[in-house]
């Protein structure tokens, strides 16, 4: 791959060097709609200008894909799943986007994300709207302007052993339930370590949560008191 694409064939896909910008006459630069895809960045960029609603990748609709190995800078949102399941996001830095380093929109589910370096952003991770049975695992996520990883609406995923450090918020869950959140350092945040907003029956346990500026764990944020069943955290 030498520009931006639509990549609508199964197959595995390379970058041969980097690519600014976006697909002639849309707001994202690399477009999967189908399955079955590997797409390796062999360390080249994709690179935006910061343009309101643009996207460095979009995968719409697939399964079995995996993106590695990708350097994706200054979109709107880096990257962005949408009803999409069996995704694999493995060694990429995604950076400086003006929204969401990453985007698990509607109805994606099984995604695995691992390794990645997310920083820079405006939000680092969110996982929206009956986003399901996803797991964030041993990135780095830092100096993102709003939270850390945010969870909206969402059940059953799993955020462990990251480093989510100097963001506004470390880890932010809101009418989500049955998540687990263990074994991350959530530390120097410049709010809370971790928040819960109406979303009961998450599993928070050996977490290192420290000299976040306001507090470990907030509890407090609704008149109507969230239901912790079980916190381990350090």
Not at 85 to 97: E, F, K, P
Not at 143 to 154: Q, T
Not at 164 to 183: K, Q, W
């Amino acid at each position: 791959i030498t520009s931006c694409t639509v990549i609508d064939s199964p197959g595995v896909y390379m970058l041969a060097q980097d690519i600014t910008g976006t697909y002639p006459g849309e707001k994202w630069c690399i477009k999967i709609s189908t399955s079955d895809v590997v797409l390796d960045g062999q360390g080249h960029s994709i690179i935006g200008s910061r343009e309101w609603d643009t996207t460095g990748i979009v995968v719409e609709s697939a399964k079995n894909v995996i993106i590695k190995n990708i350097k994706i800078l200054s979109y709107k949102t880096g990257l962005n799943l949408h009803h999409s399941h069996n995704i694999v996001i493995l060694n990429n830095l995604i950076a400086n986007s003006s929204g969401a380093g990453i985007y698990l929109g509607t109805y994606s589910t099984a995604t695995i994300v691992v390794n990645n370096e997310i920083k820079n952003n405006y939000y680092g991770i969110r996982i929206t709207f009956l986003s399901t049975n996803n797991t964030i695992v041993k990135n780095i996520i830092e100096n993102n302007k709003a939270g850390g990883i945010e969870v909206y609406y969402s059940i059953n995923n799993v955020i462990e052993n990251n480093t989510i450090t100097y963001n506004h918020y470390g880890v932010y869950l809101d009418h989500s339930e049955n998540n687990t959140i263990t074994n991350n350092m959530i530390a120097y945040n410049k709010f809370d370590g971790i928040e819960l907003y109406y979303s009961d029956n998450n599993v928070i346990m050996n977490n290192r949560v420290t000299n976040n500026e306001n507090v470990g764990l907030n509890l407090d944020t609704s008149k109507k008191q969230p239901r912790l069943k079980q916190f381990d955290s350090k």
